[in-house]
């Protein structure tokens, strides 16, 4: 049975914006790139998800494993914008390892506990049938 891999958003975010972005500049030599929200928001054919851009690349997430610093960050004061764009310095030629390897599993039985009604839901009726004091089930 082939495991199917679901990527929340915001990993579709970071790994466009690595892939399109923080490679080819690496490649290039490059100390410094500009990304901007919405070219990335059009370019994924997102929907109303500015803001779920706009976190993605400025996420500590993001930020270590890329070993990326902001050096600034251009558009509204909000920050929540298709104009908005961040101006990063590349700290190393390399992405850094994720330091927990567990982390990659996240959310790997969404799918299955979504089946089952959600996960909450699946906890509470095991509860219940562990707690059935009558005998039957």
Known sequence: MAQV???SES???RDHVIQKFIRIARQQGKK???VNVGEVHKALGLH???PLVCAALKSKKFLAEQRLRIISVTGPPSG???TVTYAYEILGTEPQVLSNPLIGLRGIAKEIFRKLGGGEYFIRSERSKFDDRSGTK
Do not use: G
Request: proline share 0%; charged share 15%.
């Open 5 to 7: 891999i679901v990527q």
């Open 11 to 13: 990993d579709l975010v």
């Open 32 to 34: 410094t790139i500009t």
């Open 48 to 50: 109303n998800r500015v």
């Open 80 to 82: 929540q914008s298709t």
